[in-house]
């Protein structure tokens, strides 16, 4: 991996002999390069955002928005600010900023760091360069002397690199609530010792509905994406299973994203038969969701190179 550690006037690039897991046997070896994101990269940046997260959660989406607060925001980490390109296309991005953990009670803050949007070109997603990114860019914050980073993110994507479940070691949304999908991760030993309390992000995360939909004026027109809705899965599992998905409060498979594969089998009593097989039904969909059976979401071996 390139030197990760720059100043701010130089541009970090890391060059990647990559290759797809997926495609190996039908390609050769391509080269992909990590570099800083520059000016002329902000708008397909936005559009590469926009593009990945169209639909993911909702029939719209915020984060092209967020992506361009971001730069003007003083919590940005300019220099975790990077793009992925496979023969000079533009093909992911990922942004850090500074966060805060805050303890309730004393109101003591212990800075961390954490990222996103992250997005891969959704034509090339599943190729490694989510990987690719997280990877590079984990192996930078330390080395830029960072100490932890805590996300919201897909619960069973990235625990591959290490994250746990934030409640693990006492870190909570604000309000107290835990889930799943808030993840942590120690960026040197001991990085979250004593760091416990309410995780809070940069303001430009919570983004106006109005300002967003006059932001997204600014982009080629769109029509909303059609989520899908429970019922087409309907049949393909348990009737009892069906139901309890429902009791959970899931009305489209995408609002399966925000959980994991562990929350949604406690939750819904669902055995490891019928998880399987809403894995399998979310995957021809196009929803990539849970982690396969026996690779417990938690225990993933820790992969920061
Ligand atoms: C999520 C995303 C960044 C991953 O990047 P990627 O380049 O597609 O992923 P990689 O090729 O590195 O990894 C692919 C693996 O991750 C898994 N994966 C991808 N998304 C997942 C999810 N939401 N939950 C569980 N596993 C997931 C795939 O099933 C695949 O598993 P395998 O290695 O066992 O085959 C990319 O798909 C993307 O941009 N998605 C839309 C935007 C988004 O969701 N951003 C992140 C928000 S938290």
Known sequence: ????????????????????????????????????????????????????????????????????????????????????????????????????????????????????????????????IGGALMRHTLAAAAELGHRAVVVYGHPDYYPRFGFRPAAAVGITAPGGASFDALMALPLVPGGLDGVTGEFHEDPVFVVDPERVAEFDRGFPPRPDAVLHPMEVIEGRLPAAATQRLRGLGIGHLEDLRRLSRAEVAAGAGLDDEASDALRALLAEHGIPWGSPRGHSAWTGAVDVS
């Open 1 to 128: 991996m390139a030197p990760t550690t720059h100043s701010h006037d130089q541009e970090p690039r890391g060059q990647f002999a990559w290759w797809s897991v997926r495609r190996w046997t039908t390609l050769a070896a391509v080269t992909m390069t990590i570099r800083r994101e520059g000016p002329a990269d902000h708008r397909a940046v936005e559009e590469l955002t926009r593009d990945a997260f169209w639909g993911l959660f909702a029939p719209r989406c915020d984060e092209h928005l967020v992506v361009h607060l971001l730069r003007g925001s003083p919590a940005l980490v300019p220099e975790l600010d990077v793009v992925a390109e496979v023969d000079g296309e533009l093909v992911g991005h990922v942004v850090y900023s500074r966060a805060r953990v805050v303890e309730p009670t004393t109101g003591a803050e212990h800075p961390v760091l954490t990222f996103g949007p992250l997005s891969v070109r959704p034509d090339r997603q599943g190729d490694g």
